[in-house]
């Protein structure tokens, strides 16, 4: 059973930087494709962010693109998420997510694990 800990969410103005973490423990790391996710109030969760077990393939969503970087460090259990020229819109819950698969996916449902969520506020 793999746990996931997200860590690094807070309040920042609008053109800020946030970097998220999130330490996975209980299985292979190193062979689990990584996703972040996002909820905002009253909106269903979505796809922000993901890559493959080795780290060189990525995916973004379109609304994040050239803004967000998703990385790993499989020597340290870990997968980051650096958030860049934040905007109103990114305020949302953070999920880190894991599937057994090496691969990345897009879905929701493609995900075997999840991290609890770390709150991301972005004021103007």
């Known amino acids: 059973q793999v746990q996931l800990v997200e860590s690094g969410g807070g309040l920042v103005q609008a053109g800020g930087s946030l970097r998220l973490s999130c330490a996975a423990s209980?299985?292979?790391?190193?062979?689990?494709?990584m996703g972040w996710f996002r909820q905002a109030p009253g909106k269903e969760r979505e796809f922000v962010a993901a890559?493959?077990?080795?780290?060189?393939?990525?995916s973004y969503a379109d609304s994040v693109k050239g803004r967000f970087t998703i990385s790993r460090d499989n020597a340290k259990n870990r997968v980051f998420l650096q958030m860049n020229s934040l905007k109103l819109e990114d305020t949302a819950v953070y999920y880190c997510?894991?599937?057994?698969?090496?691969?990345?996916?897009?879905?929701?449902?493609?995900?075997?694990?999840w991290g609890q969520g770390t709150q991301v506020t972005v004021s103007s």
């Open positions: 997510t894991a599937r057994i698969s090496r691969w990345l996916g897009v879905r929701a449902n493609e995900y075997d694990y």
């Open positions: 209980g299985g292979t790391f190193s062979r689990n494709g």
């Open positions: 890559i493959i077990w080795n780290g060189s393939t990525t």
